[in-house]
């Protein structure tokens, strides 16, 4: 509860300090281009948009993996693929975003294809994890009892990894917020196009008008994502956490 | 005959024998034990029996049917399936996690949760406190109730209880042992138990398996296992302190006083010692109206009140027909009563057993085993 309270505080603020930057006399005279309310405004829609794509492909692929990799037949790929899909991590993500121009070519695409390698590790370590993690007596009672695999994995395995997947979802989700800032190098768009104009003219302020509804997005975001996230654990999941 | 071993064979691809060459037989409504070290392949035999493990050699028959010709899954839904580690399932509620096997055969719902209250109160939960509750809301004991009550969800013939009492503490592990053998008197099914504890083997079973280095050393009933070793390795695994062992082979019930005289606490200390001098004796056994065990009285006290309920002794201190000799005579040496009121399940008085009844039995086991 005081959580939420301070989060809402902290997203007023942000929004607040937005609203006030753009409506600064002096900001509209004295930067090169200066953002109206409206500009801001489609850059975050854009800047959402972008997020949206490059997760829905990264779940759609990372999910996936990262239980395949969990499977008896599949289980000797489970290293080589969490260690690859985190090398994308360990480079710096201005480097995967710049990479893809050479390799794609300016454009949206190459933006969103460098946010969803990205944004990939969180949710294939997740997903493997949270099915690696349960307890194997709890499987072994399943088979035990005469489960057929896909019965284990639909009714047992899912519903507890569920959990985990999903803050790895929330996790790359939140990151590739930030990451996406720097979308604007390889030709996307979004706030980064505010904020990267802040920074090259020197305007303090105007790097505000882009960061501040940027952080807001992520914490919007991160949050609706903790509500889902929240609504589709059993209960009886949440009553261990309360009690560790 | 309702399981039967044939020559079972398990050897694992890097050439290890898990199991060599076992062969018995479990009668339907037989609880079978399977005993042995660390290691002596007891949990591998009993896996290959719901084809958890595949076997490599001899053949496993079911109800006169061979195993690895049927559905496997088909086989394990009519196979009982309890574990050591119990293994709830922590999403679902106690009710759902007893519902697995009905459900999986496709019972209607009602019907899984008329079933799932009968087995709650046969493990001697209440129903509506516990059914809609999830596992992490409960006690270790009361984990294990609900594991044995979801292995008997669809009212299967065959159970495997792989150390299902083993995670629990001393004194809930032997309420919950006794309870079960008072279920399975009810239930009769065909068990196979595994421990590596030899007083749990002797309590349960009506034949054990004792196991060693993946081969069967002697297939016999607990009396003979004692009493009658085939070889020393048998004797070394009983151990030597036999004749206590022995007493886990008698039950209170087969022993203990039953007429016995009572007073009841609403009666004057008087009478109480009128019947005492009648009886020749310097205690009783008090109850109330309802036959209900409260305490005991002895001749010093009464002189300190008028009333029986104002000099007696209050205990809470009691066993039942069904407690055998050797965690009677350890409950009595841990309270120093020289007498346990023996007890129903709603606390009516049964009998009583004395420290000179279980001298008695032991005597007696021990020259039992001389004799033969």
């Not at chain 2, 399975?184 to 504890?197: A, E, L, N, W």
């Not at chain 2, 007429?259 to 205690?283: C, F, H, N, Y």
Request: proline letters at 4%; hydrophobic letters at 45%.
């Amino acid at each position: 509860m005081r959580r939420r309270v301070i989060l809402i505080g902290l997203l007023m603020l942000l929004v607040g300090l937005t609203i006030w930057i753009t409506n600064l006399e002096w900001i509209k005279e004295g930067v090169y281009k200066p953002f109206t309310w409206g500009d801001i405004m489609s850059a975050t829609i854009s800047h959402l948009e972008m997020v949206v794509i490059a997760e829905l492909i990264a779940i759609s692929i990372g999910v996936p993996l990262g239980i395949l990799v969990t499977r008896p037949g599949l289980r000797r790929l489970a290293t080589p693929v969490v260690g690859g899909v985190g090398v994308g991590q360990t480079i710096p993500s201005l480097a995967v975003i710049a990479i893809m121009a050479p390799l794609l070519g300016f454009g949206l695409n190459s933006a969103i294809v460098a946010l969803f390698i990205y944004g990939l590790l969180p949710i294939v370590r997740n997903s493997y994890a949270g099915i690696n993690n349960i307890d194997s007596a709890i499987v072994e009672a399943a088979r035990g009892m005469g489960m057929t695999r896909g019965q284990i994995a639909r009714k047992i395995e899912l519903p507890l990894a569920l959990p985990v997947i999903m803050t790895g979802i929330r996790i790359s989700t939140v990151i590739t917020v930030g990451t996406a800032e720097l979308a604007v190098l390889v030709g996307g768009k979004g706030l980064g196009l505010i904020t990267l104009t802040g920074v090259f003219s020197m305007q303090p302020l105007t790097i505000l008008q882009g960061a501040a509804p940027t952080a807001a997005l992520a914490i919007t975001l991160g949050f609706i994502l903790e509500r889902i996230e929240n609504s589709m654990t059993s209960r009886g999941l949440k009553v261990k956490a309360a009690m560790a | 005959m309702m399981i039967k071993l044939d020559l079972v064979t398990k050897v694992y691809p890097d050439g290890t024998e898990a199991v060599k060459e076992v062969s018995f037989e479990v009668e339907a409504g037989e609880l079978c034990v399977l005993l042995g070290p660390s290691g002596c392949g007891k949990t591998t035999t009993m896996k290959m029996i719901n084809r958890l493990i595949p076997i490599t050699g001899g053949k496993i028959y079911i109800n006169g049917g061979d195993s690895t010709k049927m559905n496997e899954n088909e086989l394990r839904r009519n196979i009982g399936y309890a574990i050591q580690d119990i293994g709830l399932f922590p999403h679902m509620t106690v009710g759902q996690n007893i519902g697995t096997v009905p459900s999986l055969k496709g019972w209607p719902k009602a019907e899984r949760n008329k079933r799932a209250e009968e087995l709650l109160e046969l493990v001697g939960m209440n129903s509506g406190e516990f059914i809609d509750k999830y596992p992490s809301e409960l006690s270790g004991g009361q984990c294990q109730r609900v594991g044995v009550a979801r292995a008997l969800g669809a009212d299967p013939p065959i159970l495997l209880m792989d150390e299902p009492f083993g995670a629990i503490d001393p004194i809930t592990r032997v309420r919950l042992q006794d309870e079960f053998l008072k279920i399975q008197q009810d239930i009769k099914k065909t068990i196979i138990f595994v421990t590596h504890d030899i007083y749990e083997a002797i309590k349960m079973g009506d034949k054990v398996a004792l196991m060693k280095e993946g081969q069967l050393v002697q297939y016999d009933t607990p009396a003979n296992l004692l009493y009658r070793p085939k070889n020393e390795f048998v004797e070394d695994f009983v151990g030597a302190d036999r004749a206590l062992k022995g007493l886990q082979l008698i039950r209170v019930k087969e022993v203990m006083t039953s007429s016995l005289p009572t007073v009841k606490a609403d009666e004057k200390a008087e009478a109480a010692r009128e019947r005492m001098e009648q009886e020749g004796i310097d205690w009783l056994v008090v109850v109330n109206d309802d036959g209900k065990f409260l305490g005991w009285v002895g001749k010093a006290e009464l002189g300190k009140g008028e009333l029986v309920k104002e000099v007696m002794n209050s205990s809470a201190i009691t066993v039942t027909v069904n407690t055998v000799l050797n965690e009677a005579l350890s409950l009595m040496l841990s309270s120093g009563a020289n007498n346990l009121p023996v007890v129903s399940k709603d606390n009516r008085l049964q009998g009583v057993l004395s420290f000179d009844i279980i001298r008695k039995a032991l005597t007696e086991v021990s020259q039992r085993r001389q004799s033969e």
